[in-house]
């Protein structure tokens, strides 16, 4: 954790998960609007 590199990589792992989740819960939101079940 305490080399720069790892940083990074951790920050880009954290950001790609952030980006995924939200994209996940945005298609979610869209889907249940168009067809609420």
Known sequence: MTL???SDTLQT???SVA?????VAF???T???F???
Request: hydrophobic residues 60%; without cysteine.
């Open 4 to 6: 720069p590199v790892e």
């Open 13 to 15: 792992i954290v950001g």
């Open 19 to 23: 980006v995924f989740a939200a994209l």
């Open 27 to 29: 298609t979610d939101a």
């Open 31 to 33: 889907v249940r609007s």
């Open 35 to 37: 067809a609420p079940v």
